[in-house]
Structure formats: structure tokens, C-alpha cells
């Protein structure tokens, strides 16, 4: 729909709230309206000639332009997040939207961008992110809210709690919170996975050995009960433990006793127990694997810690939590994610849940810096793909794997050049020689010059 021509065309876009502003093909400022003005604190007659990117110094301006791939490809951008920086220094979180303007003959004589001034929505997102934290744990979902309700009286009790979730939904920073919000916060808090360590040495683990107790037992050792002794023991993936270790852990919840390896007499318990697991234990006490007498032990207080995919709404607050984490770890200026990421990750199922995305975000920051991350900078496992290579290069994988693809793929992009490829990554040479030598064991390709 054409214009009406009766209609003052600049007062109607002095009148809006977002700046615009366009350039000739040259990059000259050309318009330059009074949202503009207001968001960059640059008047429109110190704006309009000069190149766009004397005036905003946005975090594209070093190459990756919007306005400029706009023109370049006759197309159009919407919602991208950056940041512009003021003549104050101050740096000003924005949307932008882009397209190539054509004249009466279609053919391109510059380009048209409009931004948003995103502060507010910034410091609103902060206010509610304090309000949804717990312990650090982040969530505003009325899944959360039930737990983060009852979790103070929990904790104060002595019971046995048992925390039951699928894998990365931070059980044992539930554990943990339990912990530090009891009268036990003051001693010790020892977790122990029983699922990655053998029978015979989960066992010394857990109660300790005498001297004697078998060929290499030269002297006593202290078992994890009696580390946890006046604070807390998190056993994780219970599930696991084998019939053997079940029969002494449920000695230690009925008599509060247990007996290390070679000893002859029992020993005092005092550790408060956390266990938790993402297995089914009615399944494997049906299936006779797990014994009933101790699930019914361990199930005093069950706390049932939903996947991320039944809290959606709390996908924004751990994103921003994670940035800020590794801001502060990888002293990094990321400012957030773009629209269209948060829009792809609010429709991603995390499999891995809250860790999983904890992994996307730090495969992130190995290729931005600063600014917003955009699409570009997410795994291939998660980014849409375009075409049936991309589809069959490979997803998933562990950690290492993520951040081994990430610099191999950097790598590739710069024809091996390794200076270049810490340039684009932000990462010394050492770190980059690091990854390198890693990527070297696990038998991946380097093609480093």
C-alpha cells in the first residue's frame, strides 16, 4: 500500500518513537529523525552527512553491517539485537530492522534502518531475574515456585529427601540449596555419584576401611559418611547402587550406624542423607533391582524437579544468568542473545535440559565476544539448518566434542591461519594451541597450518 501523497511524510516519522535514519549508497547519513536524536544523543544536524558507522559505532560496525548485507543481497532484516555505543560511552542495547530503499526505477539508491531502544526492557528483565532466583537456582515456573515454597521448611528438617529429575535438571543444586538453607550449613556437604565407581570401591567410598581390611589397606581411611559427619552426603544416581551397598545404606537410615571395611564395630552416622536419581526406583523395585524397604526409607521428602521443556518461561532468566556467569569467568562483554536465538531456543526441547543449555551458551562465547549472539554463534545442533550438509556434518556430542567442532569450523573458515582464527574466536594462542591439542587426541582433523 502506496503513501498517501497528501499526508507530511517526516512529520509522521518524527512522530514515532523508535529511531530511523537512512544512507545513500555512499553510507551517508541522508535522514536522521528525533528518536534517533534521543537514543544516540546526536543532534540530526551532526548526524546527517556524516558515515553511519562515525555515528552509531555499533557492535556491527566492524564488518558484520546489517544495512550493508541489506543493500548487498536486496533483502531485509528484522529484530536484530545489537548495541550502539553514545558519544558518552554509554552503550545503548537496541532492535534493528533493515532494508535497501529503490527509486521510482527499482533500482537501490540506499538503504533504511530503524532501531529500538531496548534499556528498559533490559533493566526490567534484571528486576525480575533478582526476583526469580533461589539459592542459585533460577526459575519463575509455577513448577519451581511449589518447590522454591516448600524447600525453607524442608530443609530445616532432618528428613531424608530424595530428588528425583531427568539428567541436567540441577539436582544436586537442589541438593545443595537443601543444604545451605539447614541447621547443617555450617558442616561439610560431600556428594558422591554411585554410578561411576565400581562395587568394591564405592563401597571403601562411601564407610572407609581399616588398616588390614584388604592388601593395600596400610592405614585407616575416612569413608564420605564420616567426611559428611555434622553436614550433609548427596548421593547421586542411587538408582545405581549396587543390592550389596543398598542392605548398609538402609543399616545407616534405620540405626543411624554403619561399619567400614575390616572394622568390627559400628560406627555413628551423623551426615543428613540427599539422594537422587533419574531413574524410576517403583520400576526398579517392581523389577526387584532396588530394594522396596529402601525406597520406602529414602522417600521421606520427594521433590520431583521438572524438565526444561515443562518450564519454558524460565528459559530467558537461565539465559541471562549464563551470560553473566561467563562474562564475568571469560571477562567477555556479550550484552545477550538476539530474538531470533531466544525465539529458537524457547522452541528447542532440551533433551539435556538446564545443562544443555548451559553448553550452548558457553559454545557461544568461544565465537562472540562482545555484543549479542546471534544465530551464527550456536552449535549446528541447534541452529536451523539449510541445506542436507549441514543435516548430515553431525549433532549433539559432549562438551569437548561441541568446542573441538567450534574451532576446527573457525579454523576452516580461515584457511588455517591461526592468528586469524584467535581473532574471530577471541582466544589467545595458547588457549587456541590447548584446543588444538585436545581436538589432536580425541583423533579429530586440525588442519592447522
Not at 526459575?139 to 516448600?150: H, M, P, T, V
Request: aromatic content about 6%.
Amino acid at each position: 500500500m502506496s503513501f498517501p501523497k497528501d499526508l507530511p511524510f517526516e512529520d509522521v516519522l518524527a512522530s514515532i518513537a523508535d529511531g530511523v535514519f537512512t544512507v545513500d549508497t555512499d553510507w551517508n547519513i541522508t535522514y536522521f529523525n528525533e528518536a534517533a536524536e534521543r537514543i544516540t544523543g546526536i543532534p540530526a544536524e551532526e548526524a546527517l552527512g556524516q558515515k553511519c558507522w562515525d555515528v552509531f559505532h555499533s557492535s556491527l560496525c566492524d564488518g558484520s553491517c546489517a544495512l550493508r548485507e541489506c543493500v548487498a543481497n536486496s533483502g531485509v532484516i528484522s529484530c536484530k539485537s545489537i548495541f550502539i555505543v553514545r558519544p558518552d560511552g554509554q552503550k545503548v542495547p537496541v532492535s534493528i530492522s533493515a532494508a535497501p530503499l529503490r527509486n521510482a526505477d527499482g533500482e537501490i539508491v540506499g538503504g533504511v534502518e530503524t532501531f529500538r531502544d531496548l534499556t528498559e526492557l533490559q533493566l526490567m528483565r534484571r528486576k525480575v531475574e533478582e526476583h526469580y532466583s533461589f539459592e542459585d537456582i533460577v526459575g519463575r515456573s509455577e513448577a519451581l515456585d511449589k518447590i522454591f515454597r516448600i524447600l525453607p521448611q524442608v530443609s530445616r528438617s532432618e528428613a531424608t529427601v530424595l530428588l528425583l529429575g531427568e539428567s541436567g535438571t540441577g539436582k544436586e543444586l537442589f541438593a545443595r540449596a537443601v543444604h545451605n538453607l539447614s541447621t547443617r550449613r555450617e558442616g561439610p556437604f560431600v556428594a558422591v555419584n554411585c554410578g561411576a565407581l565400581p562395587d568394591t570401591l564405592l563401597e571403601s567410598e562411601l564407610f572407609g576401611y581399616k588398616a588390614g581390611a584388604f592388601t593395600d589397606a596400610k592405614g585407616d581411611k575416612p569413608g564420605r559418611f564420616e567426611l559428611a559427619a555434622g553436614g550433609t552426603i548427596f548421593l547421586d544416581e542411587i538408582g545405581d547402587l549396587p543390592a550389596k551397598l543398598q542392605v548398609k545404606l538402609l543399616r545407616v537410615l534405620q540405626e543411624k550406624v554403619y561399619e567400614p571395611l575390616g572394622g568390627v564395630k559400628p560406627v555413628p552416622c551423623d551426615a543428613r542423607i540427599i539422594a537422587a536419581t533419574n531413574r524410576d526406583l517403583e520400576t526398579l523395585v517392581a523389577e526387584g533391582t532396588f530394594r522396596q524397604d529402601l525406597y520406602y526409607r529414602l522417600n521421606v521428602v520427594t521433590l520431583r524437579l521438572p524438565p526444561l521443556r515443562e518450564r519454558r518461561e524460565d528459559i530467558p532468566l537461565l539465559v541471562n544468568h549464563f551470560i553473566r556467569e561467563y562474562n564475568t569467568l571469560q571477562d567477555k562483554n556479550v550484552q545477550g542473545v538476539s530474538e531470533d536465538v531466544m525465539a529458537l531456543l524457547l522452541r528447542h526441547d532440551f533433551p539435556g535440559n538446564v545443562r544443555e543449555l548451559e553448553n550452548i551458551l558457553e559454545f557461544a562465547f568461544i565465537l562472540c565476544s562482545n555484543g549479542f549472539i546471534q544465530l551464527e554463534h550456536l552449535p549446528d545442533s541447534i541452529r536451523p539448518l539449510k541445506s542436507a550438509d549441514v543435516l548430515a556434518e553431525g549433532v549433539g556430542g559432549t562438551l569437548e566434542e561441541i568446542k573441538c567442532r567450534a574451532v576446527l569450523q573457525a579454523l576452516e573458515r580461515n584457511e588455517g591461519r591461526k592468528m586469524a582464527t584467535c581473532r574471530e574466536l577471541g582466544i589467545s594462542k595458547d588457549t587456541l594451541r590447548r584446543m588444538l591439542q585436545r581436538c589432536a587426541e580425541t583423533g579429530a582433523e586440525t588442519g592447522a597450518e
